[in-house]
């Protein structure tokens, strides 16, 4: 993701069909190509005219949105949101088979949930408990510590390092799930690109940059 505005769309890291049974193509085109692009376009078109705010990084938008004007404040804080959140989300996702997290991350897993699976059923909770439209993440803290956090509509749950995040807009699992968010978890849990998770939580480890100097 680009450092400031404009924003890009970064591309689909992987072919429309390549995650196919568990999310299939149309569903990729549309969450991708559609839903992520619009955040991108708009969070563009809000900066705009606003070019007092177009050297903020991401980050910064997503989390220091209460300061800006009025007539952009709440756009910025759900597109910019969109934009941070649906990165990670396809970045995270991998057509490849099922993959383990490093020793480093397997190790505050079992330290923090007890081990993958319970890591899970806490991330599944999450999602099928979030009222409406949210995502489901895991994050780290300053020390390496995990939790499974939900947020509505396109809300980040940063300064926390977010490492891993389920999209449960009806968009991102509609067309081929209709109401079934829980078999959509399900399959979005086979897809997850646990050598990048664990390459997000070392980087985090090893500058913190969202840690208060101490
Ligand atoms: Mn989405």
């Not at 689909?12 to 069909?17: C, E, G, N, R």
């Not at 299939?24 to 705009?48: I, P």
């Not at 903020?56 to 959140?85: F, H, K, M, T």
């Not at 923090?112 to 895991?138: I, N, Y």
Request: glycine share 4%; with cysteine; charged share 20%.
């Amino acid at each position: 993701m680009e450092a400031h505005y404009p924003f890009t769309l970064p591309p689909l890291p992987f072919a429309y069909d390549a995650l196919l049974p568990e999310l299939d193509e149309r569903t990729m085109h549309f969450h991708h190509d559609k839903h992520f692009a619009a955040y991108v376009d708009n969070l563009n078109k809000l900066l705009e005219t606003h070019p007092d705010y177009q050297s903020w990084s991401l980050e910064q938008l997503c989390q220091r949105w209460p300061e800006l004007p009025e007539d952009i404040r709440q756009g910025v804080r759900n597109n910019a949101g969109g934009v941070y959140n649906h990165d990670l989300y396809f970045k995270t996702l991998a057509p490849t088979p099922a993959t383990a997290p490093s020793d480093a991350l397997a190790g505050a897993v079992a330290r923090d949930f007890g081990d993958l699976s319970a890591l899970k059923a806490a991330m599944k909770a999450a999602a099928l408990g979030q009222f409406g439209s949210g995502w489901s993440w895991l994050v780290s803290d300053c020390d390496g510590r995990l939790s499974v956090q939900k947020t509505p509509n396109q809300d980040t749950p940063l300064p926390l390092c977010p490492l891993l995040c389920c999209d449960v807009w009806e968009h991102a699992y509609y067309l081929q799930y209709q109401n079934r968010r829980a078999d959509y978890f399900e399959s979005w849990w086979l897809l997850v690109d646990w050598p990048q998770v664990s390459q997000t939580y070392t980087g985090h480890l090893s500058c913190r940059p969202r840690c208060p100097q101490s």
